[in-house]
């Protein structure tokens, strides 16, 4: 069984990386971080003939939430972002304006995630990893299967690691997160980042500049 069809579509002023993940067979699919451009997010769902399950958010950030509200209307997906950053969703709107952006009141949640839960897509799923530090709600989610794939929020990057000075940020926080639960895993495994570029967990350790151990 090879992995589900991937597709990571960049939104929004910043670019955030929004990924579709689906089963084609079993007709599911689910999507993390729906941040911006809902109607791109929408077509891109359609396109694969599959029905959104759930919107699943690496955490609170504008960025990364700002599209959910529209894309939960067009698909009825469940919303689910960690208990932790629920104060961060819910005051989309003061952090838009704080970067000079208008958003849309956020539509509530359906759920959260427990650290080690597994999130079932057709006859795939995600493992939720909690990696607070960048906020303290931030998730990570593990595929497994035959092309495992790390989406890894804004806490690591491609030679970097998320900013811990907005919203209950803590550096040490995300440096043990980054060490403790994601260098832990395997070297060869790909990382879809945030933003920009994707990475390996090998690469990473070794060569980022802020975490590499
Ligand atoms: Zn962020
Ligand atoms: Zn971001």
Known sequence: MSGPLLSTIPVGPLQCNCTILADVEAAEAVVIDPGDEPERIVRAIEATKCRALALLHTHGHFDHIGGTAAVRRATGAAIRIHAADRPLYDALVEQASFFGLAAAPPAPPDGGFADGESIPFGRFALEAIHTPGHTPGSTCFRLDGESPVLFSGDTLFRRSIGRTDLWGGDTDAILESIRRKLFV?????????????????????????????
């Open 185 to 213: 895993l395997s070297d060869g495994l790909r990382v879809v980042c945030g933003h920009g570029p994707d990475t390996t967990i090998g690469e990473e350790r070794r060569s980022n500049p802020f975490a590499a151990v």
